[in-house]
C-alpha cells in the first residue's frame, strides 16, 4: 500500500495549494487581512458629484411629477361615495 504523502507529492494537482495559484481572467492582486488602497481625491470628488445629480434628478422628478409613484389617474372623491360602497348598513326607521 501506498503511503499517502507520496501519492500528494507526485500528483501536482493535489500539490498545488489556493495560495501558490496564479490569478486567471485578470484575477489581479489578492490581498487577505490586508487594507485596499484608499482612492485618490478626485476619484473621491467625481463620485461625490455624480451622487448628488443623481440625488437631485430623483428628488427634483418625484416633486415635480408624483405620478410615477401615485400612478396617473384622479383621486376618487369620497364625499361622492355611497353608504353601500363604504359597506355601512342602512339607517333604521322605527
Known sequence: ???LRSVVRTVPILKRGIATSA???GGG???YRVAPQAPSKVTV???EAVGTVMWWWVL???FTEPE???GEF???DPAKWTD???GIPPDDED
Open 68 to 70: 410615477h409613484i401615485t
Open 29 to 31: 492582486a489578492w490581498a
Open 60 to 62: 427634483y422628478h418625484l
Open 23 to 25: 490569478p486567471k481572467l
Open 74 to 76: 384622479p383621486y376618487p
Open 1 to 3: 500500500m501506498f503511503p
Open 84 to 86: 353601500a360602497e363604504l
Open 45 to 47: 470628488l467625481k463620485a
